[in-house]
């Protein structure tokens, strides 16, 4: 894998996990929050585990049934593209 790649991956999932955790403690302090569209597009953009990983840690947008349905299918999608990259 390229190295680019590889950083990149790392540095959205870092990302994505820290808007969800953001994002849960903003809620709890009922402050100024981060958008839902900003969260599912940290996961579009390569940070579906990161997303994943901050929905089960921080156990935050686990009752949004577009979270919990959409962002486990954004990785699905993400991982047939990238198999389908890597066998072509």
Request: aromatic share 12%.
């Amino acid at each position: 894998m390229n190295h680019f790649v590889f950083a990149y991956l790392i540095f959205i999932n870092l990302l994505s996990l820290t808007l969800f955790g953001l994002d849960k403690h903003r809620a709890r302090k009922h402050a100024w929050r981060i958008p839902e569209r900003t969260l599912l597009l940290s996961a579009v953009l390569g940070g579906s585990v990161g997303a994943l990983l901050g929905m089960r840690f921080f156990h935050h947008k686990t009752k949004h049934r577009l979270f919990t349905l959409g962002v486990p299918l954004i990785l699905a999608v993400q991982i047939a593209a990238a198999g389908f990259l890597y066998l072509r």
